[in-house]
């Protein structure tokens, strides 16, 4: 089925306006540097204030995703990513760490508009058999928007400061509000007293609930190998900062890649969900034959390895965020896929001092053995591919 090339406009416009919030919250991450040497601050206050967005995100995402169920996607994120490059713009403007870290929080909170407005909005326009390339293609989106801080924070810290590194991020929600302005447009839903006698997805099964417990298990090698593959390379094997950033790097965007292709095989077998358990059972053989190589100390196959487990992390994401959608229906998939995200960044949250712990007690290899038990249990959760709604 031909797309109309309005759709493939919105779709872009979802991944700008992504992008530009996902260096909203990981800008204070790459001002690390700049904060320690140049402010005074301590690692661990550092630490605090890169945290910041992240707690406003994981605080509002179902409060956002409710919202754009009861006002549509082109209200939530014309008013949320004006109210953003507000508290931007405030973050820029304040002093002293306790008012930065205020005004990060608010900013991460309102920036999280984006997540279900976003997803939502894919859903709602594109055909199910063009859902699944769509969702890939906007999930390419937290890559692009890190590999943007990552470039332009430090640099933009050295020359201006922490307003000017904190500007990167507002200006491109600027950007990205003109163009959903523009661009977006909410799609037809059906009747809200027939979306109300569809009733609580929740409550009609436990396929939701279960998709969102696979999707929490699925992040913790994902964010174990993006979160520490650069020490691995550095100090297990020896690498230069640049080489084992460059290898971070290219699996983060060959991840991009791989999420679109995973998308596009969705929509050929008409399943999420059957691809989803596929990429599960391939993501520990992946993980095993990476702690394999580390064992080994053989550092190019390690490499090869952990770019592979890298892309295999990933790829769950938007058949995951593509299925909650379709089976939560118009009237709750704001709510739903607020839920999944909420999920998703509470594990995150936790890899790292968990991971690390391990990482500590037993090395890399051995902690990424032990990660691999993450899509072993979530392997028999995945709902069979029947439990999918048609999507409509």
Do not use: K
Not at 66 to 76: N, S
Not at 150 to 158: I, N, R, S
Not at 190 to 202: H, L
Request: glycine share 12%.
């Amino acid at each position: 089925m031909r797309v109309p090339a309005r759709l493939w406009a919105m779709l872009g416009v979802m991944v700008v306006a992504q992008a530009a919030t996902t260096v909203v919250t990981a800008a204070p991450a790459f001002l690390i540097p700049h904060l320690h040497t140049a402010e005074g601050l301590s690692l661990a206050a550092a630490g605090l204030l890169a945290g910041a967005p992240n707690l406003g995100l994981v605080l509002s995402l179902v409060a956002w995703g409710a919202a754009t169920d009861r006002f549509g996607e082109r209200r939530v994120l014309l008013a949320g990513l004006a109210l953003t490059v507000v508290a931007v713009a405030a973050s820029m403007l304040v002093h002293g760490f306790a008012w930065l870290g205020v005004a990060l929080v608010v900013g991460g909170a309102l920036s999280a508009c984006t997540n279900s407005a976003s997803g939502r909005l894919i859903t709602g326009w594109f055909p199910p058999e063009r859902r699944g390339l769509a969702m890939g293609i906007r999930q390419t989106c937290q890559p692009l928007g890190m590999a943007i801080a990552a470039l332009g924070v430090p640099p933009l810290a050295e020359a201006g400061g922490i307003p000017a590194a904190l500007g990167l991020g507002g200006a491109l929600t600027l950007v990205s509000l003109v163009c959903c302005a523009v661009a977006v447009r909410d799609p037809q839903r059906p009747p809200r007293a027939q979306i109300a006698a569809a009733g609580n997805p929740y409550r009609a099964s436990g396929t939701l609930a279960r998709i969102h417990t696979v999707s929490l298990l699925l992040v913790v090698p994902q964010f174990a190998l993006s979160t520490f593959g650069l020490v691995w390379f550095t100090v297990g094997f020896g690498w230069s900062a640049l080489a084992a950033g460059a290898l971070v790097a290219g699996a983060q965007f060959a991840g991009a890649a791989g999420r679109i292709l995973v998308g596009v095989w969705s929509d050929r077998v008409a399943s999420r969900l059957g691809p989803l358990r596929l990429v599960a059972i391939v993501g520990i053989v992946a993980l095993l034959a990476t702690a394999a190589c580390g064992w080994a100390e053989w550092a190019i196959p390690a490499a090869i390895a952990y770019v592979v487990a890298s892309c295999v992390s990933v790829a769950d994401n938007g058949l995951a965020f593509t299925a909650v959608a379709e089976i939560a229906g118009p009237g709750w998939a704001g709510r739903a896929l607020g839920v999944q995200n909420t999920g998703q960044f509470l594990a995150a949250a936790a890899v790292g001092p968990v991971v690390g712990a391990a990482i500590g007690l037993i090395g890399v290899p051995a902690a990424l053995a032990l990660t691999a038990l993450a899509p072993a249990i979530a392997t028999p959760l995945v709902p069979r591919p029947e439990a999918e709604r048609p999507a409509a």
